[in-house]
């Protein structure tokens, strides 16, 4: 009598569809991998009701697993002979039963793992994608990319849904090549169609161009970031309120002597205390537009950051082709800050007032310093014609339209000697000194205009850094070039915030210690470069001229 064979789907764990592995038997009499099982009554816990996942039969207390040793036999004897069927029974093993539990194996792919575009039946998951194949491969179907020389060359990347975007829509090529001219991926059938005559290169080695930009645009963010306004406005912050309780105080002590004028003494203090509000909630406001700034500055460099990560060069390029509208500006916005000393002209008009004060009452007004300026109409209000001094002018300097313009001659002209002349570089000063706030323009020309302030003991005779507008700390000086805009001082030299323009706003608020220098376009003001400091004499205003095609005019606003 014939021997019947064995039933081989007897011998398939219901919940991960392949040959039990190390058996065991539940109460019910199901049989399943130990490690499925476990799984399954792993996420029953919180019930503390663990059921059977085919007859849905249910145990409590959780029952102990015991390995079944007939079971694990049999399916040691049946693994080699089932091995090329393997795939058609679990699938015949799945219709049976209807479980639909995700495999417990890590081999397999489950929803969200990219799987291998080679396996059939149940597929395993990819370990690797080839941008060349357009395909994701399992361990074992990867094993030619090692073995093949011609597969060796291909790019393999950590698994991706998104190999499809790397075939071109029209011609279903793979894209390897990027256009230039148009911005896009394309694949070779583009090239001599549509893109045909274009800049073409390839995806590897636009992206490598691109990949080297990444750095550099990074550190101009960073850089961005670490310029910020955010702890001068914290200091600003912190400074205004002890400035008026400083002044109150005075103002307190010197009224209280007066009993006549304890009333005018409580309107000034009002009006202190007013101005106190007002200048915090200005640089409060302008404290949290700032931090909106360095938030969207340290997401643009984790942006480029993640870009610098993306092995697949198509991405890379489309990726960074919306990158570089939204990382252009590195720049945050620039905050106009008041002087420090808010309140301190409040406490000199108060000890003025007592020193005059003898009969007669005179009524007191809080006077702060005023805003900086914010249009060009505001810095106009603070114009100061500028002429240069002759007798300060280096010998082959030439100065024109009533010692207004300054141009290089190459020659030396019939000055006379003079204990002020510069002898080593092409420069010059003012006749004006400069104090109190003072506002004028330079119109130059050519290639490197250097355009200066000075105190009016910087050196004038040898050959020396001391002699040189920037080059010392009697001189602060913006270095007007047309491509390598800087700023410079005691011989440092700084990056500045913005391209120059052929006018250049100068503003000085010298009891503030401010210098501030702005690229002046009809009535538009674009800040340069900003210089927080004290001064400690008068300025003048000076400029250094180059090469004989460079020329400097002070201009006459008003």
């Known amino acids: 009598m014939a021997q019947k064979a064995l039933d081989q789907e007897s011998f398939f764990c219901p919940v991960c569809l392949d040959l039990l592995k190390d058996p065991v038997t539940i109460p019910c009499g199901h049989s399943y991998c130990r490690n499925c099982v476990q799984h399954h009554w792993d996420q029953e816990d919180e019930k503390k009701l663990y059921s059977c996942p085919e007859c849905r039969q249910s145990f409590s207390p959780r029952p102990v697993l015991i390995k079944s040793i007939m079971l694990a036999g049999l399916v040691e004897q049946l693994k080699d002979t089932n091995r090329h069927e393997t795939p058609k029974m679990k699938m015949k093993m799945k219709k049976k039963t209807g479980f639909t539990a995700p495999p417990a194996d890590p081999c397999y792919a489950g929803p969200q793992d990219v799987s291998c575009d080679v396996c059939t039946g149940i597929k395993f998951k990819a370990v690797q994608s080839c941008l060349q194949c357009v395909a994701s491969y399992c361990e074992s179907h990867l094993q030619p990319h090692y073995d093949a020389a011609a597969l060796q060359k291909h790019q393999l990347v950590a698994p991706s849904h998104k190999l499809q975007e790397n075939i071109c829509s029209q011609h279903k090529k793979v894209m390897h090549l990027f256009c230039c001219s148009d911005q896009q991926s394309i694949c070779y059938l583009c090239s001599t169609v549509q893109h045909k005559g274009h800049n073409i290169v390839s995806s590897a080695s636009e992206r490598a161009q691109k990949q080297a930009e990444l750095p550099a645009r990074r550190a101009l963010l960073l850089q961005s970031l670490q310029d910020t306004d955010l702890k001068r406005l914290k200091q600003e912050i912190q400074d205004i309120s002890p400035s008026a309780q400083t002044a109150v105080q005075r103002s307190r002590d010197s009224f209280r002597e007066m009993v006549l004028l304890e009333k005018r003494g409580s309107e000034v203090e009002q009006q202190i205390l007013s101005q106190e509000q007002t200048q915090l909630s200005r640089v409060q406001k302008l404290q949290d537009q700032l931090q909106q700034d360095v938030t969207e500055l340290k997401r643009s460099i984790s942006e480029l950051d993640t870009l610098s990560l993306t092995p697949d060069h198509n991405q890379f390029l489309q990726l960074y082709a919306s990158l570089s509208t939204d990382t252009q500006s590195t720049e945050p916005a620039r905050i106009q800050t008041g002087p420090r000393r808010y309140f301190e002209y409040v406490i000199r008009a108060v000890s003025a007032l007592m020193d005059k004060l003898q009969l007669t009452l005179s009524p007191v007004q809080v006077l702060l310093s005023p805003a900086e300026p914010s249009s060009r109409e505001d810095f106009l209000q603070y114009y100061t ?6 007798n300060t002018a280096h010998t082959e300097l030439s100065l024109s339209d009533g010692n207004r313009r300054a141009s290089l001659m190459r ?21 004006e000194s400069l104090r109190g706030r003072c506002y004028w323009e330079v119109e130059w020309s050519g290639v490197c205009v250097h355009i200066a302030v000075s105190y009016r003991d910087i050196q004038r005779k040898g050959i020396s850094d001391e002699c040189v507008f920037g080059y010392n700390d009697k001189s602060w000086v913006l270095v007007c070039h047309k491509t390598r805009p800087s700023f410079l001082f005691i011989s440092v030299w700084s990056q500045v915030s913005g391209p120059v323009s052929s006018r250049i706003g100068v503003y000085l608020d010298h009891s503030a210690g401010v210098l501030a220098f702005y690229s002046v376009s009809e009535s538009t003001m674009s800040l340069i470069h900003r210089v927080q400091t004290t001064f400690t004499h008068s300025l003048y205003a000076g400029v250094r001229i180059y090469n004989t095609e460079d020329t400097a005019n002070f201009l006459k606003l008003k």
Request: charged residues 25%; contains cysteine.
């Open 385 to 390: 014609e500028i002429t240069l001094d002759l």
């Open 411 to 431: 020659e030396h002209q019939s000055y006379p000697d003079h204990s002020d002349r510069f002898s080593y570089m092409c420069q010059v000063l003012s006749r």
